[in-house]
C-alpha cells in the first residue's frame, strides 16, 4: 500500500499489513493488506499467506474484542476498487457503541455491511481508535 496510508499501520507482519480503515461507520474496521505486490485473489494466497493470514485475524479479532467489545464480525474479500489482495475487517454492533463521546451505530445489524459515507470523525478520534488497537495488537 502506498505510503501515503502508512500512518495507519496497526501492525506489519511477514506477510500482512493491519491498516486502521479511515472510514469508521463501523467502530474498529480495519483493512488486513497482502504485502506480495502481485497478489490479486484469496485463492491464489501462498500457504505461508494463507496460514500467516489466520494468525492476523486471530490477532486483530482478540484486539477489537478487548477494546470495544463488538458482537459480530463481517470478513470481506472484494477487490471491487482496489485489484489487490486485502480483507475488509468489520466489527458489528447490536447496540449503539459510545465511544470519545460519539454514538457508533451499526443501522444494518443483522444484515450485509454497508459503508456509511456520511460518518465522519476527526483525525484524533480516528488516531485514538488506531492506537487503542495497537495498544493490545501489538503483545499478541
Known sequence: ???????????DYKYWTVYIHQNQSYLGRCIVWCKRENALDLTEATPEEQKELFVV??????????????DW???????????????????RYAKPKEFMNITFEDKLWGHNYKTDYSFIIS???L???????KEIITYL
Not at 1 to 11: C, G, L, R, V, W
Not at 74 to 83: A, D, H, I, K, Q
Not at 127 to 133: E, L, M, R, S
Request: proline share 4%.
Open 1 to 11: 500500500m502506498a505510503d501515503e496510508y502508512s500512518k495507519f499501520i496497526i501492525k
Open 57 to 70: 485475524l486471530n490477532d486483530l479479532k482478540n484486539a477489537v474484542t478487548k477494546v470495544f467489545q463488538p
Open 73 to 91: 464480525f463481517n470478513y470481506s474479500f472484494l477487490g471491487n476498487g482496489m485489484r489487490h489482495l486485502h480483507e475488509h475487517f468489520i466489527p
Open 127 to 133: 488516531n485514538t481508535i488506531q492506537v487503542k488497537i
Open 123 to 125: 483525525s484524533d478520534i
